[in-house]
């Protein structure tokens, strides 16, 4: 599909702000409450299904962590192009690794719209999502967000274990 000028038509750019529009027509009806916790189930839905899709439906070996890389960027870019959100890797070693997302366009939109009070980041759940589809059980925390002022989203993921190495199986001590 193009659009003027023969250029590609922003197909994702024209559905992320209808996103953004019913958003905010669900926070202006219902409150902001209800808002975010549509769009968080909303956006589980469909990042998971994006990852059963990107995976083929195989679960992805999390070694060697290139690999796994590879998949999440080709996840992440079906959901959202490059000039929309950039997000790297970095393996940590033993089965964990640090992804940093820079040039979302979600902190970018809200702010526009003066609407970033009160909305609830769905970057775990969405995460959360695609590892569920792809089958994996990993810990995911988050370290930084752009939603809170940080200039760049950060998660350290663990696959199997805590994101401080340990398995999660381990016996822990308890004081």
Not at 57 to 74: I, N, Q, T
Not at 93 to 107: I, M, Q, Y
Not at 149 to 163: E, L, Q, S
Request: proline share 6%; net charge positive.
């Amino acid at each position: 599909m193009t659009g003027p000028g023969d250029r590609p038509a922003p197909l994702h750019q024209f559905w992320w702000l209808h996103d953004a529009r019913w958003y905010q027509g669900v926070a202006k009806r219902f409150g902001q409450e209800a808002a975010n916790e549509i769009n968080a189930e909303a956006i589980r839905f469909v990042a998971r299904r994006v990852a059963v899709w990107c995976s083929g439906g195989v679960r992805p070996d999390a070694e060697p962590p290139a690999k796994l890389f590879g998949l999440l960027r080709r996840i992440t870019s079906t959901m959202f192009p490059d000039d929309m959100v950039s997000a790297r890797y970095r393996d940590c070693g033993d089965g964990a690794w640090e992804t940093e997302v820079t040039n979302h366009f979600v902190p970018r939109m809200l702010r526009a719209a003066r609407s970033l009070d009160g909305y609830r980041c769905v970057c775990l759940p969405l995460r959360s999502a695609w590892y569920e589809g792809l089958q994996l059980e990993v810990r995911d925390d988050r370290l930084a967000c752009q939603i809170e002022g940080a200039p760049a989203c950060r998660f350290r993921t663990a696959c199997g274990r805590d994101t401080d190495g340990r398995r999660r199986d381990d016996e822990r001590e308890t004081a």
